[in-house]
Structures are given as structure tokens and as C-alpha cells.
């Protein structure tokens, strides 16, 4: 195995961190490293917001559910799906109008894009000895976050991302086993309920140990709980943000 799958293979998302400061060089590396991600024909469709004032900053942890990490990590950002740029980037050259751009196709690629960027960041994060945890939290109320960061039509907040020096350990959390996720040259629906039951096993085990026995919940039993917890907004708030879904 080499040095970067290692890394890839350690990742446990961190939600504790020292106050030691993410260096501006460090925070440059990592956008760059993000910069760098592959992205539907070139488009770039997406935006990235740090958030380095206090208080907008203890709003956004407020927003995301009192994720106090959120307004504790030494470097919080929004990642955006942004089809703005696209739009302006059109109209230099076109007086009419076109397509909008927020139809489903370019939804999808900008959504796309700010998550293959982000994981990016991620890894380079990782790969510096950093911890991060993904906050999907901010979309709880997105379309205060819209508000409180000026995101024009055309641009919405996907998810943020704490990035902080590790004051924990968290056990690595057990993914689904291999064959559970992958098949050739097909889907195998007849392999997903045993890959579910063998997985079961695993997360109460690792749910056992990273509770001291507080908790032992099933996957299965953790999905059935999340199922109530929808964010049925969305569809609505897309669609005042410019993204029509068409
Ligand atoms: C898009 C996305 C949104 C997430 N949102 C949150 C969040 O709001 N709060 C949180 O504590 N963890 C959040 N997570 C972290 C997941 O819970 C975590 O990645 C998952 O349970 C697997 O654990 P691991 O990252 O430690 O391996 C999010 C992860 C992703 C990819």
C-alpha cells in the first residue's frame, strides 16, 4: 500500500480541535489542492467562503444545529455550488437569454464539482496532519446562510467544512463491506441485504466501543432514524435561488 491510500484509508472525520492555527500557506496549499480536482468541461462551478468573522461564524454553528465545532475550528469554510460565474461568464457573449443556468443538469455538475473540490481539500487537510469534518448542518436553514453570506441566484451553500489540528482520536468508523458497494457489470440487488446484516454487526460494534456502551445502534437502525430527518426545504429553496430544476 502506498503513503496516499494509507492516508485515504485513516480518515475519521474530527470534531475537536487544539487552537493551534491552519497556517495562510497551509489554507493556500489546500484551495489550491481543491483548485485542482477534476470539474465537468472545465467549469469550475463552485465557490468556497471562509469564514473568519467571530460572529458570523457562531451564527453559522447556531444555523447548523449547535455544532459547536463550527464555530470552534480554526478554519470553517462554505462550500457553494456556483453557477453565477457560468451565467456571467455567458452573457459576455450572448445578449439573449439562454437556458437557464441553474437547470437540473447544471445542478448536478455544480453540486458535483464543489464536492469533488471539497474532498480534495479534504485529503491535502489530512495529508498536513489536519482533522475535518463536513458540516451538511449548514443546510438546515439554507436560505438564512444564502442571506448572511450574500450568495446571489445561481449559488447555494452544499455544505461546510471544519479544518483544525486534531484534539482527538475517534476510532475509524467501519464502512459497509466491500462487495456491499461494489458489483461487476451489473447492480446486485440480491447481495445488498446481506452486505446490510453484516454491517449491522460492525457499527453496533464500533457504535458499542465509541459510546462506552451508551449506545449500540444498527446502520440499518441509523438510517431508519435519518429518514425522518429530511431536509424537505430544499426543492423550494433551490428553485428561489435560481436553480429551476428543469
Ligand atoms: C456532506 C456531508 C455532510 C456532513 N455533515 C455533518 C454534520 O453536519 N455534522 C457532523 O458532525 N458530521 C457531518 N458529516 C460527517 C459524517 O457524519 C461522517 O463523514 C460519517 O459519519 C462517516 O464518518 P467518518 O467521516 O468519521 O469516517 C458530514 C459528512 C458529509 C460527507
Known amino acids: 500500500m502506498n503513503e496516499t491510500i494509507n492516508l485515504l484509508k485513516q480518515h475519521r472525520s474530527i470534531r475537536k480541535f487544539t487552537n493551534e492555527l491552519v497556517s495562510p500557506e497551509q489554507l493556500r496549499d489546500i484551495v489550491e489542492a481543491a483548485q485542482s480536482a477534476s470539474t465537468s468541461s472545465n467549469m469550475q462551478a463552485y465557490s468556497i467562503i471562509g469564514i473568519t468573522d467571530k460572529e458570523l461564524r457562531s451564527k453559522l454553528a447556531e444555523l447548523s444545529g449547535h455544532q459547536v465545532y463550527v464555530a470552534e475550528a480554526p478554519v470553517f469554510l462554505v462550500w457553494c455550488a456556483d453557477l453565477y460565474r457560468y451565467d456571467q461568464a455567458i452573457k459576455l457573449h450572448k445578449d439573449e437569454e439562454t437556458e437557464p443556468a441553474g437547470m437540473t443538469e447544471n445542478f448536478i455538475v455544480a453540486t458535483v464539482d464543489a464536492a469533488l473540490a471539497a474532498q480534495n481539500a479534504a485529503i491535502a487537510a489530512e495529508s498536513l496532519g489536519l482533522g475535518i469534518v463536513y458540516i451538511g448542518g449548514i443546510r438546515n436553514d439554507p436560505a438564512e446562510v444564502a442571506r448572511l453570506l450574500e450568495l446571489p441566484k445561481g449559488v447555494y451553500p452544499v455544505f461546510g467544512m471544519c479544518i483544525g489540528v486534531p484534539d482527538q482520536e475517534p476510532l475509524r468508523r467501519p464502512r459497509l463491506p466491500l462487495e456491499g458497494v461494489y458489483a461487476e457489470n ?56 435560481g436553480f429551476h430544476l428543469k
Open 186 to 241: 451489473r447492480y446486485r440487488p440480491d447481495k445488498v441485504l446481506e452486505a446490510v446484516h453484516t454491517y449491522d454487526h460492525a457499527h453496533r460494534s464500533y457504535m458499542i466501543s465509541r459510546s462506552q456502551g451508551k449506545s449500540g445502534i444498527t446502520w440499518s437502525e441509523a438510517m431508519e432514524a435519518k429518514a425522518s430527518r429530511n431536509r424537505t426545504h430544499m426543492r423550494e429553496f433551490l428553485s428561489r435561488q
